[in-house]
């Protein structure tokens, strides 16, 4: 069985100072990583996902993660958070061959402060 | 434009009225998926379908039916809602694989009186 835990409920942040959301994962078997956003009443966009190879990611928008397996943990950065960042982020595990299960974190709630 | 579109966006009813929510995608997708998410749990996974006419349970399917006759339609079916319904749904849909990601309708918001 996989999983995922998202410590933080709840990020407040000012705007231009950077930011990690903590993400970590459970599994016996090699995985996909992801990172989704949900912008107040709208549904979920993919962010970011690691599938293979660099272990570093990055978005268009400016957010980057990195999958670090000796901690299974894959958090998401921005070094300059702006208020239109303002949402809440879920990250999600899935893994190979055929259909797979998706498992969403709880979801953590940024909040930029101007 | 791509995208998976449910109706309604926003629904209040009563205990026990059979309602229906629609969930459409234009993308030829194999996959498809109902979640609910509520505060502090996150999504959470009722059913999901590999193809027409193949569906499975996921993590919550207590009260809740769905079918899948067409390939891009995947309606969530509540027969009898209960006030312990009452939730945020979303519709999914993907090429299935776990390494493709999932495209989200705008959610159903349901209450349950």
């Known amino acids: 069985a996989q999983s995922v835990t998202q410590l933080d409920s709840q990020v407040p942040v000012f705007e231009e100072a950077p930011v990690e959301l903590r993400c970590n994962y459970s599994?016996?078997?090699?995985?996909?990583l992801f990172w989704y956003v949900q912008y107040p009443n709208q549904g979920l966009q993919l962010l970011l996902k690691?599938?293979?190879?660099?272990?570093l990611v990055e978005s268009i928008n400016g957010f980057e993660a990195e999958f670090n397996k000796s901690q299974t943990s894959f958090h998401l950065r921005k070094p300059s958070v702006h208020i239109s960042d303002t949402a809440e982020y879920f990250c999600?595990?899935?893994?190979?061959?055929?259909?797979?299960?998706?498992?969403f974190g709880t979801g953590t709630k940024l909040q930029v402060i101007p | 434009e791509a995208q998976v579109t449910q109706n309604p966006r926003y629904l209040i009813t009563v205990t026990g009225k059979k309602l229906t929510v629609t969930c459409s995608q234009n993308?030829?997708?194999?996959?498809m998926s109902w979640y609910r998410q509520d505060p502090g749990l996150g999504l959470r996974q009722i059913y999901y379908?590999?193809?027409?006419?193949?569906?499975d349970k996921g993590d919550v399917p207590e009260g809740y039916k769905v079918s899948r006759k067409e390939k891009r339609n995947f309606p969530l079916i509540l027969e009898s809602p209960s006030p312990n319904q009452t939730s945020l749904y979303f519709c999914?849909?993907?090429?299935?694989?776990?390494?493709?990601?999932?495209?989200f309708g705008d959610g159903t918001r349901l209450s349950i009186l």
């Open positions: 599994s016996s078997v090699s995985v996909y």
């Open positions: 999914a849909s993907s090429r299935g694989a776990g390494n493709q990601p999932q495209h």
């Open positions: 993308m030829n997708h194999e996959y």
């Open positions: 379908s590999m193809n027409v006419e193949v569906t």
């Open positions: 690691y599938l293979s190879g660099s272990t």
């Open positions: 999600a595990v899935s893994r190979p061959g055929g259909y797979q299960k998706v498992t």
